[in-house]
């Protein structure tokens, strides 16, 4: 005898509908994701589309901050050349006080700066007179080894005053005391002026 057996056809329509509900899934799934990542990088932007990495942003916060405390030493150091030059040009007043320095024989004036600055061995002289440009000064820098440097610059006019400038890298000096000798030769009137530095 032959036995029947029993099948069991399934509907296709019945297939169908899982075979399309697997699917509308899936896609509801993948517009979420697609959803979910357009709304971060939304709320990114600005760390995401930047020109440089965020590795270099962090060496460049760290300079800027480098260049922000170089920038405040070297205001401070201005002032404190200011400060001195103020300083420097009221104590050279008072001791000229009741008299005219232009009336003088000699040039007169004080060392009010000697010292390195932004790389550079500077000396500054402010002299009381005004002198226009047409002054020139000879500027005798001695070491205590005995090395010596010697240079000229041009006199620079102030409102009542003048002032001349000596300036060289700081890398070729060596470290220890120095002596300064400034002569300064003006409309016919010559004048020195002395101090120290150490470096």
């Known amino acids: 005898m032959v036995q029947k057996t029993n099948v069991v056809k399934h509907r296709p329509s019945e297939y169908r509908k ?10 509801v799934l993948a517009v979420v994701a697609l959803i979910a990542a357009g709304v971060l990088l939304f709320l990114n932007r600005d760390k995401i589309f930047q020109n440089e990495p965020v590795k270099n942003q962090d060496t460049t916060s760290k300079q800027e901050k480098k260049e922000e405390k170089s920038d405040e030493k070297s205001d401070k150091k201005e002032e404190k050349q200011s400060s001195e030059t103020r300083e420097a040009e009221k104590s050279s007043i008072n001791q000229n006080d009741g008299e005219d ?16 600055s932004e790389g550079d061995f500077i000396v500054t002289a402010s002299l009381d007179q005004a002198l226009g440009d047409a002054g020139n000064c000879k500027f005798t820098i001695v070491h205590s ?8 610059a041009a006199t620079s006019a102030g409102p009542t005053t003048s002032f001349c400038t000596y300036s060289a890298p700081a890398s070729g000096m060596n470290s220890g005391h120095y002596s300064i000798n400034v002569e300064i030769s003006a409309n016919g009137k010559k004048g020195t002026i002395t101090g120290e530095a150490n470096i």
Do not use: Q, R, Y
């Open 18 to 27: 899982k075979k399309h509900t697997g699917l509308i899934v899936v896609i």
């Open 101 to 116: 320095p232009n009336a003088l024989e000699n040039i007169t004036g004080v060392i009010n700066f000697a010292g390195i």
């Open 145 to 152: 080894s005995g090395a010596t440097i010697v240079s000229s």
